[in-house]
């Protein structure tokens, strides 16, 4: 079983900055496509943003050009590096491991945008 801690959520006003880290305890971590994940309420859940264990990355077109997923394997981590908030990118933001045949999800942190 894989657990997975996000950090980093908050409270910020628009154009802001939040930075979230994932950090996990499975030893294979480079093994797994790092994802990260949101729901606003009433809304389905999407992928923001999404990082494979060889560096490819992947963007929601809403997110392109603000957000930066990054990993670092040493550290068992993922990170979302958010710029330029918007009131829209407010919701619940979930990381999740994937492998070939498991996945795993954290409990997510809220990042909410607003002045």
């Known amino acids: 079983q894989v657990q997975l801690v996000e950090s980093g959520g908050g409270l910020v006003q628009p154009g802001g900055s939040l930075r979230l880290s994932c950090t996990s305890s499975?030893?294979?971590?480079?093994?797994?496509?790092m994802g990260w994940y949101r729901q606003a309420p009433g809304k389905q859940r999407e992928l923001v943003a999404a990082?494979?264990?060889?560096?490819?990355?992947v963007y929601a077109d809403s997110v392109k050009g603000r957000f930066t997923v990054s990993r670092d394997n040493a550290r068992n981590a993922v990170y979302l590096q958010m710029n330029s908030l918007k009131p829209e990118d407010t919701a619940v933001y979930y990381c999740?491991?994937?492998?070939?045949?498991?996945?795993?999800w954290g409990r997510g942190t809220q990042v909410t945008v607003s002045s």
């Open positions: 990082i494979t264990s060889v560096d490819s990355t």
């Open positions: 499975t030893t294979i971590f480079s093994i797994y496509t």
């Open positions: 999740k491991a994937s492998s070939f045949t498991q996945n795993y």
